[in-house]
């Protein structure tokens, strides 16, 4: 799979996203603070758009392939906010 770039930003309401013509990937910079497998979740789920860009059947079986346990990480990283009360931005 071809990703020509991975890039981080300040977003408020997404944990990553992509542009598929652009084969371009950008993660959420509060994923720094969160478990590298929250992190290397969200990359997967993001390159795994590339292939399909809906979240459908064919968009799990990917998940899978690539990540078994992808519904723990996702899980995890539900559970956890996008940001913290207490941090100084």
Same mark, same amino acid.
């Given at each position: 799979?071809?990703? *020509?770039?991975?890039?981080? =930003? $300040? ?8 542009? #598929? ?6 993660? *959420?910079?509060?994923?720094? =603070? $969160? ?8 990359? #997967? ?45």
């Amino acid at each position: 799979m071809r990703v *020509n770039e991975i890039r981080d =930003k $300040k977003m408020k309401t997404l944990w990553g996203s992509c542009n #598929v013509d652009a084969r371009r990937i950008w993660l *959420n910079l509060e994923l720094a =603070k $969160k478990p590298v497998s929250c992190m290397a979740y969200v990359l #997967v789920h993001e390159m795994v758009h590339l292939i399909e860009r809906r979240h459908n059947d064919r968009f799990y079986e990917l998940m899978s392939q690539f990540m078994p346990q992808w519904q723990l990480h996702r899980d995890a990283l539900n559970r956890a906010p996008l940001a913290h009360a207490n941090w100084k931005y």
